[in-house]
């Protein structure tokens, strides 16, 4: 068989000029890092202010699964089959991080017939926005430091500096370290620790800024640091902001590249859906509705993270209406859901199916509480047996939806035009009525509480007086109105990753809360939850290398 890594080299790509043409982007608003993928300028971005809008489309899963579910190869499938059937489409989807993809994850461009490329630089370099992020964290980071050693005139109490340091790496020997040992000249010893880079507020502002002098003020009023009094102390205090703009110049800038069918997509930003928000930038979305009348974009993780915080946070903050919700599930999630394990889920198990779709169902009822319609996408597995299908499609028809079996893996945008005619159908219909989950003006517990009792079904959430006092004292100071970002395991709607299915009459416990108030969210960190993950017992990079050609093996 065809491996994807096979199937992304074979491809015909067209130069990303004529991309960037069949968009109506002129040659010199492109900035091209070699001849298959290139930057959009922000001054031709701003000349497309007063067009109309496309038509969103967000693509989300069930909960992940060893089985594997496709979200990626779905949202690239969608798109390629809007584009066959005849409609203007593009894409949006995250960049990958280096950590995943190393560690367990593998690539995130899609796969079979239905990827984007070119694959191995989406997945590796690509254009060095996180390498930019990176930097642009760590200048701040040496600010800080750098800023106690001189003098401390902002009175840091560098017991309290909350700003930890970024690496794009799995790398759990970093999660908390001893900062400034070896005497004086290296400054005063403290605590401290590293984040994967896809988890810093940095990448957090730069995926909802609209443009360089949105993204300094939201990096202005990052709270890096507290005084001894609990004052807080801002990135703008460091006079870090402007220096850090500078270094994300470029990187604010979205990249342009192509599917295997030569359609064009925005592969742009990457924050974390269990511990960030988990949508690419508002920038390419936004700029993509102004180019596309149909944008296809995906949520990080199932429906319980990303397409909520997509939902919450992103809509809620930059303005967008979502006209459809695609969810992505496939036969052999749902007899994991059901109880199978992964090595008999090649073996026919009708009523597995049926008591796995009580997930599926759950996932339904929480996205059309957002009133945007669902179309459930069964993606196909070639060991699939028409039962099991059909015992997805009758579930799924109990609930008020349907589902609509699509082969886009195996055959690019032709597999994927019966999914393709029915979301364009529905998008065009002007029936959803989009509405976040809850409003502005209530405490920011109650909207953990509202998260997790009406998308988690909790019957309550753990916190104790700690952690209630900062959430009113953040009130007090003017953040209350701000939106609340869930940082809970992706496996589980519960915050046990071994309990599948559709659980009820669990409780949410709060281990810490985080205010990002430069990308305008308040964090809870939920259980046992990292921002630094580590890397499994066997890494996917023991089997990374080149071959005798030269060319890249083991990534994807």
């Known amino acids: 068989m065809t491996t994807d890594i096979e199937i992304a080299r074979a491809a015909t790509k067209k130069p990303i000029r004529e991309i960037g043409e069949a968009l109506g982007i002129p040659e010199a608003d492109l900035l091209p890092y070699g001849h298959d993928k290139a930057k959009v300028g922000q001054t031709f971005i701003d000349g497309l202010e007063g067009r109309p809008d496309g038509k969103l489309i967000l693509v989300t899963a069930v909960n992940p699964t060893p089985a594997g579910e496709g979200k990626t190869t779905t949202t690239v499938g969608l798109g390629d089959g809007l584009n066959a059937i005849g409609r203007k489409a593009m894409i949006c989807i995250r960049e990958a991080s280096l950590g995943p993809n190393f560690g367990m994850k593998g690539g995130a461009a899609g796969g079979g017939y239905a990827q984007i490329v070119p694959m191995e630089e989406m997945n590796l370099h690509f254009t060095g926005d996180f390498h930019a992020i990176t930097s642009a964290h760590s200048l701040l980071s040496a600010m800080i430091d750098n800023h106690v050693y001189w003098g401390n005139e902002l009175e840091i109490d560098v017991r309290r500096v909350q700003w930890r340091r970024v690496v794009d790496m799995n790398d759990r020997a970093l999660r908390n370290v001893t900062l400034s040992l070896g005497g004086v000249a290296n400054g005063f010893p403290r605590e401290g620790g590293f984040d994967i880079t896809v988890a810093s507020e940095v990448m957090a502002c730069l995926c909802l800024a609209r443009d360089l002098s949105d993204l300094q003020r939201r990096l202005g009023d990052m709270i890096v640091a507290y005084r001894r009094d609990r004052t807080p102390v801002f990135c ?14 470029d990187a604010m800038q979205p990249n342009l590249v192509q599917t295997l069918e030569n359609n064009p997509a925005f592969v742009h930003g990457g924050p974390f859906a269990n511990i960030a928000h988990g949508c690419n930038s508002v920038i390419a979305t936004k700029t993509a509705l102004k180019l596309a009348d149909y944008v296809v974009t995906e949520a990080g993780f199932g429906a319980d993270l990303g397409a909520e915080k997509f939902m919450n946070i992103k809509c809620r903050l930059a303005g967008l209406r979502p006209s459809a919700v695609v969810l992505v599930a496939t036969v052999r999630a749902m007899k994991m859901n059901g109880g199978v394990a ?33 179309v459930v996408a069964v993606n196909h597995f ?14 799924v028809a109990t609930q008020g939806s349907e589902a609509i079996v699509s082969r886009h893996w195996a055959d690019g945008g032709k597999g994927a035009e019966a999914l393709a005619t029915r979301v364009a159908e529905i998008a065009d219909s002007g029936v959803a009525n989009f509405a976040p989950l809850y409003g502005d003006d209530l405490s920011l517990m109650t909207k953990i509480e509202t998260i997790a ?42 915050t046990d990753p071994a309990l599948r299915g559709a659980p009820t009459g669990h409780s949410v416990p709060i281990r810490e809360v985080r205010l990002s108030a430069g990308a305008g969210f308040v964090v809870a960190v939920c259980g046992e939850i990292m921002t630094m993950p580590g890397l499994p017992r066997t890494p996917a990079a023991e089997t990374i290398g080149l071959n005798e050609d030269g060319q890249v093996v083991g990534l994807f």
């Open 453 to 494: 009792k009406r998308i988690y079904r909790a019957d309550e959430v753990l916190a104790d007086k700690k952690i209630r006092d900062q959430l009113k004292l953040w009130e007090e100071q003017g953040y209350g109105k701000l939106p609340v970002c869930m940082a809970k395991t992706q496996y589980s709607f519960s």
């Open 342 to 374: 992964k090595g008999d889920l090649g073996v026919q198990d009708v009523d597995a199916v049926r008591k796995g779709c009580a997930n599926l169902g759950r996932h339904i009822e929480n996205l059309k509480s957002f009133g945007v319609p669902v």
């Open 382 to 395: 070639s060991g699939d047996a028409d039962a099991e299908v059909q015992a997805v499609q009758d579930y």
């Open 236 to 249: 703008r205090d460091i006079k870090a902001d402007g220096a850090m703009t500078v270094l994300l110049k």
